[in-house]
């Protein structure tokens, strides 16, 4: 069973920065997109960033240019490093996977990112 964790989030006040962490871990088959999402309350679903196993990024139109999507192919670990943060990145983010070979997507759980003062 394939499980997808992040972890990283929490307070922090408007103008700070987080890291994100996530992992994928018992897959059989190698991961190919990784993708952060995030959903504030009574909002729907965006997505924040994708990479792509060999390094094609995307970026959703709101947070180009203030976070950062990386990723560890060897951990099966993806980073979002956000900065510069806003009380509207509020939200909970989280991560999808796409599995080769079956084309699953799985989803993580999700980690809050509250920004206030």
């Known amino acids: 069973q394939v499980q997808v964790v992040e972890s990283g989030g929490g307070l922090v006040q408007p103008g700070g920065s987080l890291r994100l962490s996530c992992q994928a871990s018992?897959?059989?088959?190698?991961?190919?997109?990784m993708r952060w999402y995030r959903q504030a309350p009574g909002k729907r679903r965006e997505l924040v960033a994708s990479?792509?196993?060999?390094?094609?990024?995307m970026y959703g139109d709101s947070v180009k240019g203030q976070f950062t999507i990386s990723r560890d192919n060897a951990k099966n670990m993806v980073y979002l490093q956000m900065i510069s943060l806003k009380p509207e990145d509020t939200a909970v983010y989280y991560c999808?996977?796409?599995?080769?070979?079956?084309?699953?997507?799985?989803w993580g759980q999700g980690t809050q990112v509250t920004v206030s003062s």
């Open positions: 999808e996977v796409v599995e080769s070979t079956t084309w699953r997507n799985i």
């Open positions: 018992g897959s059989r088959y190698t991961i190919e997109t």
């Open positions: 990479i792509s196993r060999d390094g094609v990024i």
